[in-house]
């Protein structure tokens, strides 16, 4: 790393100029803007953006299954070579659905759960008024924040169903722990999506993906819609989509958050907690044991 990126990545990483320049900003016109410029298909533009991104984050694209881009919306959405991504295949494991650094984890109190020390806010705040939140109540739930360099697909974390979608607009604070530990109930604030699912142990899950600065669209495989600022379709999308532990779901335009919740009975994973890297397939939660039936 030269000093001139090191330098570059310490000034950013001051805590009120990062707050500054990505929060006390246009955030929705930049992030539409950037939509707008990562789809002009131009390879020299992409180089030279790409270029640009390595000065201030640690890009590594060579687990990228193309190596040549057009447009800079082809590298946040790039694919991964085969096997770059092992998934582990222990039924009784959830699996991380994303790479991704752990944010706030554990254990839902009650109705209310944290995104950072300090600065609470309630499920159905998070989840909007339609849905019946009372499942994850005194749950688990682990906060996932994808950086602008991760992989940006996120996948199936089990066997199972995905049964519905919820929309919910909103603004686009940034999500780094910078912004978490001073603005109030953010990741209710921001646009989002609830994605319901049943696995097929018969518990019931949530992932709920949060956009953020720069990043508010979101592409699902199993409902023919694009997910965005502009989007003016029903919040309630029913769906019955059929999915296989690792099968890609979707995935945002740049990088964000994905927040997992699951009903009392599951653990973290050995390892899972605040500040941990993960990276999708990896062991993430632990379903509840089931008792072995008694013989006489």
């Not at 998934?87 to 659905?97: M, R, T």
């Not at 008024?129 to 109540?137: H, N, V």
């Not at 209710?188 to 696995?199: F, T």
Request: proline residues 6%; charged residues 20%.
């Amino acid at each position: 790393m030269t000093m001139k990126r090191l330098s570059l990545q310490r000034l950013v990483q001051q805590e009120d100029l990062n707050f500054l320049l990505t929060n006390r900003v246009p955030r929705i016109a930049l992030t539409r803007f950037m939509g707008w410029f990562s789809q002009i298909r131009h390879p020299w533009l992409c180089r030279l953006s790409i270029a640009v991104w390595r000065q201030f984050t640690d890009l590594d694209l060579s687990e990228a299954r193309e190596q040549r881009f057009e447009s800079l919306h082809d590298c946040f959405t790039r694919q991964l070579k085969e096997g770059a991504r092992p998934v582990d295949g222990d039924p009784a494991v959830l699996a991380s659905p994303c790479d991704a650094i752990v944010g706030a984890c554990g254990p839902v109190a009650g109705t209310t759960v944290f995104q950072a020390k300090g600065y609470p806010y309630e499920l159905r705040e998070l989840f909007g008024p339609s849905q019946d939140t009372r499942t994850f109540e005194n749950g688990q739930y682990v906060t996932l924040r994808l950086t602008s360099a991760m992989y940006h697909r996120f996948h199936a974390p089990a066997d199972g169903e995905v049964q519905h979608v919820t929309y919910l607009s909103g603004d686009t604070w940034n999500v780094n722990p910078i912004a978490l530990k001073r603005v109030e109930k953010l990741f209710c604030r921001n646009e989002r999506a609830v994605l319901r699912l049943r696995l097929d142990s018969g518990q019931p899950i949530a992932l709920v993906p949060v956009a953020a600065i720069l990043v508010a669209s979101l592409r699902l495989h199993f409902v023919n819609l694009l997910l965005h600022l502009r989007y003016r379709g029903p919040n309630e999308i029913a769906c019955r989509a059929r999915c296989l532990k690792g099968d890609e779901l979707g995935w945002f335009q740049h990088g964000s958050t994905i927040i997992v919740f699951t009903p009392p009975g599951f653990s973290l994973a050995e390892g899972i907690q605040t500040g941990a890297r993960i990276r999708m397939g990896q062991a993430l939660m632990r379903l509840p044991q089931v008792p072995s039936p008694s013989t006489s």
